[in-house]
């Protein structure tokens, strides 16, 4: 073992070992998925197959959507979130209502950074826009996100008042003012209220995006 | 449908064979250079004449 | 003590009579001691902005209220800020300054090119500052364990490939014809880290590669931080010290051979274990999954090593502060590597992933393990560099005391939690609402904070009894009852 060849061959061989089985063939296996069509049709084997048309999905991302995606880059949500559903025998993803189906490698080919995460201090997001929809899910994600508190008592989430403003009502409220019930024990004095700013809009927006309502062919979405 | 097509995997498992291959003539061919003959006598190129085998060379003060 | 010792070939540079052959282990010493002082001092800065860091995130995690004032405060960031500052800061300093004087030690020669050095440190120094800046500023890329903006890496990269290149160029210029096990572990990791650390910044920031196989990158990345870069440098570490501080010769460099190849063939697989469950083809998993047993071989022969060398020398480990720490982070090294590979069986992982149950495992890795044979080797080549003693035992005994039960607390609380946590959201049934599970965590982050603060105050101690040492000149030159013996040169040393 002296040898300063054979030592640094080995050394090379050992990672390219690893680097070609891991790295390269991912690459090459499943580096060059594409957009699934819309319809998907049984082939007579039991397989679901692309019919001719646009390719629709996953959706591209994109507008205020993709804004609030750098918001929630840029404040670490994935640190306490992830976006992958484990299958249905693998964990309680799918008894917990996270999502209609697990996810697979295509779901993710229209990203341009993968936000898998590793860690559920809170819960997956993968599917949130599934689960809160409308102007409900907008309202709640702004009272949540301005304070945790106000829709989920004893979270350990933190508070991104941050990106909210309080301000004087001058003449009528605000259209986009978030509604704290004045009821509430944060309710804010009368004569304020709460307005997100364009981060808040963008990360909502983002949040309302994140949806699992489409089959693909590997991943077909069962009633 | 499959996603998986390991067809476009074969250059990969190929160069793997390769690697493997290679590796194992490497240990061949050191072994018949006799890098793998007397290994307990490298163990102990840690010692010095300032710093010899069979002195403690560090300790706290008390013991 | 001039007369080479008989069982050392004669032909050694360390044993030859022929003074301009040999090369003295104190020239050696002196010739590191202005980069070794660079990079101690600066992995103390970092250590110490790293736990500060880490308390803020610990807190947070059962006070969320707790300075969130500010964007710049939020978890996400701190927590990546911490993790940045202690893996990258203190780790690597620590390895610049103890690997590099190991390597110069066993390459037998005053090193040149001691400037190289120096420029690769204040690189990655530079680079690390101006990285968690941004951080902290809102430029982290939220990918785990690259979470530096794109505008510090280059820095950071170069600095990789100038140590790389010194390592190798020291290697070059080495006397004498053995290459001890220590050196082939930092000469892979010295290789083996710019490759990673290029490839996972190409393929996920320069040139993102098209979905999932950025994770997969990313994780095959993240785990060899530890596996080819953090793990190699304090093995290679246990490997000198162990032996030399006892003055025993380690107890089968066969199987050290057998533990380093199996090291080098097994762990750059495992990475992928990192998404088990997730969505990725399986056949990718499985490897990881058998990597990871596999991993069973390097460890169990690396156990045997170091615990055999121990065997038989009475207490004398525990009677020296550095191999106090180093026997500690081996010992640790055992469990936290089976208790990695059970993780990453399907079944285990079902209920761990996710959890706190990984943080905690990162922690016992990174800490109890590597960060903990770093300290080691910092109090043995410390007093052989500058030529002085450790003003005082006592502060060593605090820092080995609150950071080997700190970390121990620490990694129990997570680890506890964690099952709890995986356990709970495994089961949708009795845990319908998720809030229930957040809050079953809540007291173990309690706990967690409280071993933050043993922590502390065990790096306090260390910084302290550091700065003494070095502020102090002349105070506590080299005497033979010092808080740790030097040099045995004169007969009747202690034994």
């Known amino acids: 073992m002296n040898n300063l060849p054979l030592l640094f061959c080995g050394i090379f ?65 994935i640190y306490c979130h992830s976006q992958q559903l484990r299958r249905e025998s693998h964990g309680a993803d799918m008894d917990r209502g996270w999502g ?94 709460i307005v997100p700013t364009r981060r808040a809009v963008a990360l909502v927006e983002y949040l309302l995006s994140l949806k699992i309502d489409y089959s693909l062919p590997e991943a077909p979405i069962l009633d | 449908m499959p996603v998986e097509n390991y067809i476009d995997l074969l250059p990969v498992i190929l160069l793997g064979i390769v690697f493997f291959g290679s590796a194992v003539a490497m240990i061949f061919w050191s072994a018949r250079r006799g890098q793998l003959r007397d290994f307990d006598d490298q163990a102990k190129v840690i010692f010095t004449h300032e710093e010899p085998e069979g002195e403690i060379s560090d300790h706290f003060p008390d013991k | ?74 978890f996400g960031r701190i927590r990546s800020a911490h993790m940045n500052a202690m893996a990258l800061g203190f780790g690597n300093n620590m390895i610049f300054a103890v690997c590099t004087w190991i390597m110069a030690r066993l390459c037998r020669t005053p090193i040149r090119h001691g400037g190289l ?102 994780w095959w990345f993240a785990h060899n931080y530890l596996g080819l870069w953090l793990t190699p440098m304090a093995l ?74 121990l065997i038989g020398s009475r207490l004398n480990w525990w009677k020296s502060p550095t191999l106090r720490f180093v026997v500690f982070g081996a010992v640790n090294y055992t469990l936290v590597s089976i208790i990695g590979s059970t993780m990453a069986l399907r079944t285990v992982n079902m209920t761990t992933h996710f959890t706190h149950f990984t943080v905690g495992h990162a922690h016992h890795g990174v800490y109890a393990f590597f960060a903990m044979i770093m300290f080691g080797g910092v109090y043995y080549m410390m007093p052989r560099v500058l030529n002085r003693e450790w003003p005082s035992a006592s502060l060593i005994r605090v820092h080995f005391w609150m950071c080997a039960l700190g970390i121990l607390l620490m990694v129990f609380a997570l680890q506890i939690c ?28 309690i706990i967690r904070s409280i071993s933050g603060v043993m922590l502390m105050v065990g790096h306090l101690a260390f910084g302290l009894n550091f700065f003494w040492m070095l502020f102090s000149a002349g105070a506590h030159r080299v005497q033979q009852e010092g808080p740790t013996l030097l040099i045995s040169k004169k007969e009747g040393s202690k034994t």
């Not at chain 1, 070992?17 to 082939?43: A, C, P, R, W, Y």
């Not at chain 3, 099952?419 to 982050?445: C, E, H």
């Open chain 1, 13 to 77: 061989f050992t990672l390219a070992f690893s680097f070609t089985g891991i790295v390269l063939s991912s690459h090459l296996q499943f580096g060059n998925l594409t957009l699934s069509t819309e319809e998907l049709e049984d082939d007579g084997d039991g397989n679901l197959v692309m019919v001719d048309g646009d390719p629709m999905y996953p959706r591209l991302e994109g507008g205020v959507a993709l804004q609030g995606k750098q918001v929630y880059i840029e404040m670490g949500c």
């Open chain 1, 100 to 193: 209609p189906r697990a996810s697979v490698a295509r779901d993710y080919i229209t990203q341009k950074r993968v936000l898998l995460g590793t860690m559920r201090t809170g819960p997956d997001l993968t599917n949130v826009g599934g689960r809160l929809q409308g102007d409900a899910g907008r309202d709640w994600h702004h009272k949540h996100l301005y304070n945790p508190q106000i829709t989920s008592k004893g979270s350990i989430m933190p508070p991104f008042a941050f990106l909210y403003t309080l301000q004087k009502i001058d003449g009528d409220p605000s259209v986009n003012a978030i509604s704290i019930p004045a009821d509430s024990e944060y309710a804010l004095e009368p004569g304020y209220e």
């Open chain 3, 1 to 74: 003590m001039s007369q080479a010792p008989k069982n050392v070939a004669p032909t050694t540079p360390y044993s030859s009579a022929d003074a301009s052959i040999r090369a003295e282990l104190s020239e050696i010493d002196a010739s590191l001691r202005v980069s070794s002082l660079f990079f101690i001092t600066s992995a103390i800065f970092w250590l110490m902005a790293g736990t500060i860091l880490a308390l803020i995130a610990a807190i947070k995690l059962h006070e969320p209220s707790f300075a969130a004032g500010s964007e710049l405060t939020t």
């Open chain 3, 117 to 218: 050095l120096l420029i690769a440190g204040s690189f990655w120094n530079l680079g690390l500052t101006v990285g968690i800046a941004g951080i902290i500023k809102g430029d982290i890329t939220s990918v785990e364990w690259l979470e530096i903006p794109k505008y510090a890496t280059p820095l950071l990269a170069i600095s990789y490939v100038l140590i790389g290149v010194w390592g190798i160029m020291a290697f070059r210029f080495r006397k004498g014809e053995h290459v001890y096990v220590s050196q082939w572990y930092f000469l892979g990791a010295l290789f083996w880290f710019p490759w990673l650390y290029i490839v996972a910044q190409v393929m996920i920031i320069w040139a993102p590669a098209q979905g999932v196989v950025q994770s997969v990158t990313n």
């Open chain 3, 236 to 309: 290679g570490t246990a490997y000198y010290l162990i032996p030399k501080v006892l003055g025993r010769p380690i107890y089968s460099y066969y199987l050290s051979v057998l533990g380093f190849w199996s090291l080098a063939i097994f762990y750059n697989w495992a990475g992928v274990h990192h998404l088990i469950g997730g969505p990725v083809p399986v056949w990718l998993l499985s490897a990881g999954i058998v990597a990871s047993v596999m991993m069973v071989i390097p460890v169990i022969v690396v156990a045997i090593n170091h615990h055999m060398t």
């Open chain 3, 418 to 445: 964690g099952w709890i946590q995986g356990t709970q959201m495994n089961d949708a049934i009795n845990y319908p609402d998720f809030l229930q599970i957040v809050k079953s965590t809540r007291p173990y982050m």
